[in-house]
């Protein structure tokens, strides 16, 4: 069975405004380094006349399971010592969309130019081509400071399944439908149980939207994060005496699976 041992080479210590003590030890019958460095937390004091234990440092694998190691204690900064707050970002550069309806057609020129293809864009008589726009996306971030208890593989893995996921209630004052999760990113440094993961959570948002119209298709309702496209037929524009496409149908596709974001743990 693994145990840790304070080495008899004695302790270094420094003292004034500073203080600092740094504390060798050596891990015998360790199965691999992972296996040292548990024993290491678990036997290390985490405190040492009034300091702190601030590292460990796995310094010299001797053979095949034992290890020296060093352990430095001293005053933490302010910012280790109390819980970072929360970081809030956002970023409203809205995101871009392949449309083939114009919302309104504004002028028309030529002596074959059609009243009839209902705001259908870059038709060239057999398709309608669409064009390519920047629609509002709300795109915003949080980063929380985590316990290492609560950054567990499970929870890893529920950011996972979440990630590409709509909420499925209210969250962060936008409707169920509206926020998209683009996924986490965390980092933890340190192997003191005290050591917090830094996760940043990143979303973004798309207003749901009703009474759209296309062409003549009125009464449309569409989730934020839904996609909308239009089916043409063809048609005769009888004044322009033309072949046309126009808008027949309008259909409203779920392509984003829905979630409850309560998963996140960060609070709705």
Known sequence: MPEALELFEGRSETVGQRPRASVRWVVREAADEADAKTVLLATVPTGLAGLT?????????????????????????????????PVFAFDTGGGSQHITQSIQTMHRYGP???????????????????????????????THYLTPSA??????????????????????????????????????????PDDKWEVTYKFAASPNRTGLSVGSITGIQKRGWDYLWVQYGEDVDGTAKVLIKKPVAVYIEQVYPFANFGGLGIGS
Request: hydrophobic share 35%; proline share 4%; glycine share 12%.
């Open 112 to 142: 074959q130019a059609s009243t009839e293809l209902g705001g259908a864009i870059g038709f060239d008589g057999e398709n309608v081509a669409g064009v390519d726009i920047t629609v509002p996306v709300y795109q915003f971030s949080e």
């Open 53 to 85: 234990r601030l590292s460990i440092t796995l310094d010299e694998r001797v053979n095949a399971d034992t290890w020296t190691a060093t352990a430095e204690y001293g005053i933490p900064d302010r910012t280790q010592q109390e819980d970072p707050e």
């Open 151 to 192: 950054v567990t593989q499970s929870y890893k893995l529920t950011l996972m399944g979440i990630t590409g996921a709509v909420n499925n209630t209210p969250f962060r004052g936008f409707a169920a439908g509206e926020v998209l999760f683009l996924g986490a990113s965390g980092t933890r440094r340190g192997l003191n």
